[in-house]
């Protein structure tokens, strides 16, 4: 449930100050991270609590290998504030007795169970309903706030830098969440690399310099993984929905297929930002419209289907057709292009969505007859509506542009649930990952 008003508010602290004091009350029995397998056990139990979910409602879902390669990439990097800290200061490094099980720990605590608190449950709840900037800054002075306690243990100066990088660091490691395929695996990774310290001992003259290069490191370094587009770190089951979008291409003629790329999303597409047009949605009362359907008859955009729980109804511009030219500037639209390859998407994951307890249905302003060509050639399970009189646009007052002449709804998906909007996606971007992300947020309510 999306966090607004002071009652959810409310519930998102209770459930934060919950998880944050068993990892924090474990913790201070040990802070070397020696019993860190223990602590994230029940860190994880306490999650799973307040998630009412399994592993992949807390985070713990399949890694995204190309997000998990990012991670381990940025954490060499920081490692090298070692070798550099010795360039500096002349100081040597030597591992703590027992370190191969000590950083089993310093992983488990550190990186999983403290991931487990900040990304699986505090921006994973802050995410629903507003923008990815918006969700990282609510949850910089939270995660913040958590380290004012290493004044008192480590002087001011090592104090403010930790709250520092925690909030800094909030933003690359939201991006490795996000792109993870919403899961903790890679965060967790460059988490532990910051709290490798642990794992060493060095003269004491030489603490001060490293804490500070340390600190210097951790603020810059992890930031290169924001650097790496989003379209590249995609997790392997969202990709799922583009490989299979090319094995549609080859249903169609090969002459098609050279003429038109809508099945790919090209290169340097601009990413929309969040406006602020579909915040009045979350909650929003939907009227009981029945829109034109590409399978017949109509459909009731305010219930799902009998033996369905939910309706997933995606808004989407247009979509176009192989060796037909879009409309002039379409790629320069922020958000405009990807239409099929979400369908795509969408169609792939339909099996899933339906075990989920959940309808889906896209809706357009573009006519049943064209729908239906489009419906027929990617072979969509699920129906797509037309709104060409406007009916729900005007109705529920969804965010629109104008191109090419016409009026075009912009790209969102609600979640209907019992006649009102549950859940509000928007902006959506990349669309051929959407299908997952709201898969993924069915699966943990």
């Not at 405009?336 to 979400?342: D, F, I, L, V």
């Amino acid at each position: 449930m999306s966090v607004r008003g002071a009652r959810g508010w409310a519930r998102f602290l209770l459930g934060f100050v919950l998880l944050y004091a068993v990892l924090a009350g474990l913790a201070e029995l040990d802070p070397t991270g020696a019993s860190g397998v223990a602590i994230f056990g029940a860190v994880l139990l306490a999650a799973m609590v307040v998630h009412r979910g399994g592993l992949r409602a807390v985070g713990l879902g399949r890694p995204a290998p190309r997000a998990l390669g990012v991670a381990f990439g940025v954490s060499l990097l920081v490692l090298l504030v070692y070798p550099l800290t010795t360039a500096v200061t002349g100081a040597q490094f030597s591992l703590r007795p027992g370190w191969v099980w000590l950083l089993v720990g310093v992983f488990a605590m550190h990186g999983l169970a403290e991931e487990l608190v900040w990304r699986g449950y505090a921006f994973a709840r802050l995410r629903e309903g507003r923008s990815f900037g918006r969700a990282v800054v609510a949850t910089m002075p939270l995660v913040a706030a958590t380290h004012i306690p290493i004044i008192a243990g480590s002087g001011l100066a090592v104090g403010l830098a930790a709250m520092l990088v925690a909030a800094v660091t909030a933003l690359p490691l939201a991006y490795l969440y996000e792109t993870g395929g919403n899961t903790v695996w890679a965060p967790a990774v460059v988490h532990t690399a910051i709290d490798s310290f642990k794992l060493v001992t060095v003269a004491p003259e030489s603490v001060m310099t490293f804490s500070l290069l340390l600190a210097a490191v951790s603020l810059t370094v992890p930031l290169l993984a924001v650097a790496v587009p989003r379209r590249v770190l995609v997790p392997d089951r969202a990709g799922e929905g583009v490989r299979s979008a090319a094995v549609s291409t080859r249903e169609v003629s090969t002459r098609e297929v050279s003429m038109s790329n809508v099945y790919e999303l090209p290169d340097g597409l601009v990413e929309p930002t969040d406006d602020g047009a579909a915040d009045h949605l979350l909650g929003a009362g939907v009227p009981p419209l029945a829109l034109p359907s590409t399978q017949g008859g109509s459909v009731r955009v305010d219930r799902a289907p009998e033996g369905l729980h939910r309706l997933v109804l995606y808004a989407y511009p247009r979509t176009g057709r192989p060796g037909e030219a879009l409309p002039d500037g379409w790629d320069l639209i922020p958000g405009a292009r990807g239409c099929t390859p979400q369908a795509c998407a969408f169609r792939d994951h339909a099996a899933e969505l339906t075990a989920a307890g959940a309808a889906v249905a896209g809706v357009s302003t573009q006519t049943t007859d064209y729908q239906r060509e489009v419906a027929e050639r990617l072979h969509l399970p699920f129906p797509l509506l037309s709104d060409v009189d406007g009916r729900l646009t005007r109705a529920l007052r969804l965010p629109t542009f104008e191109a090419a002449g016409a009026t075009l709804l912009k790209r969102l998906t609600l979640v209907v649930h019992d006649g009102r909007v549950e859940h509000v996606f928007y902006p959506v971007f990349p669309p051929d990952r959407h299908a997952a992300a709201v898969l993924a947020w069915l699966a943990a309510h």
